[in-house]
């Protein structure tokens, strides 16, 4: 134990604050983890990894809403 002359309410205020950052880094820690561990998930027990989160083939490059008739739709259970 280690006395000094911080006076008890600042300390107080300091272990909140302390509590804020670890809580919230752990959270960031945890959710990042999360994040990776599902995408390694889906992309390596997937038969096709993350083909369905491409663009549609039938939407231009303009955004517009066309149909091109050289390029079929790609949906994950169209194989």
């Known amino acids: ?3 000094t002359r911080i006076r008890y309410h600042e300390a107080v205020l300091r272990w909140h604050w302390q ?3 670890i ?10 983890i999360a994040i990776g561990g ?3 998930l ?8 993350l083909e369905f989160l491409r663009r549609p083939a039938w939407m231009g490059t303009t955004g517009y809403w066309t149909r091109s008739t050289d390029i079929s739709l790609q949906v994950p259970w169209s194989y």
């Open 38 to 40: 599902t995408y390694l």
């Open 42 to 49: 889906v992309h390596h027990l997937s038969l096709r990894p």
């Open 19 to 21: 509590k804020k950052v």
């Open 23 to 32: 809580n919230r880094g752990l959270f960031v820690l945890g959710s990042l």
């Open 1 to 3: 134990v280690a006395f």
